[in-house]
């Protein structure tokens, strides 16, 4: 099996002693391809180096998190506009917003939000987008840009029924993390996985976040990296009663249409 890793945070700090062996974990594990997070303009600039590095493997987005929407101004808005020109990024955000943590005012985020949707949609690129405690807005801006938007994915869903279904009618992807794999708060997610089309589902860790929680033997270090993809397809397609090879071969698939990613098939 092999699989795509449509969102994980290479660039953070905790992965500067080790990522070259993060790297080859992730590859041992099958998974071929990996899409780096960009979340702010420095972490941009960090994810396009390692695309440079390992362009056959990895790809970035660009986009400034409703954390940082109170960094995003003019001179910000001409920035992604030229890193989303750049071969090395294959979509724009993460975006989106955040009322559960609040770090920045909801108007800043709604702002910022509605700033990088106009800038994808005037550049055809599509978006990965971030949603927490925000839903009524957050589908409110959707649903006024997503005709002008190739591809849209709600990155690292954990929504309930409702929601999911409200993102699928707008013409959503969904992205699932190990949060499924989280009794405490991820079990509703069973059952979102088993109406979401095979076509509009995807995969991410969301790495160094996230780890999932079953894993057994339980790790020494509780950062999450690409290796532990497998298992957190494994729990997707016993939601869904598929198997697990038929699982990869359909969300790697998606993956690859929804970045437009060339190179080596996985």
Known sequence: MQLIDIGINLAH????????????RARAAGVC???????????IARAVELVREYPDLLSATAGIHPHH????????????????KRPEVSAAGECGLDYCRNYAPRDLQLASFRQQLEIAAELGRPVFLHQRDAHEDFIGLVREFRSRLPRAVAHCFTGTKEEARACLDHDLHIGITGWINDERRGAHLREVVRFVPANRLMLETDGPYLLPRDLKPKPASRRNEPMYLPHI????????GEAPEELAASTTRTAREFFSLAGPTC
């Open 33 to 43: 391809r990996m899409i780096v997070t960009g979340s702010d303009l420095a972490g």
């Open 233 to 240: 397809l494994a729990t997707v397609a016993a939601a869904r």
């Open 13 to 24: 700090s905790s992965y500067n002693r080790d990522r070259r062996a993060v790297i080859d």
């Open 69 to 84: 929407a109170a960094e995003h101004d003019a001179a910000a808005s001409d920035a992604l506009r030229t890193w989303l």
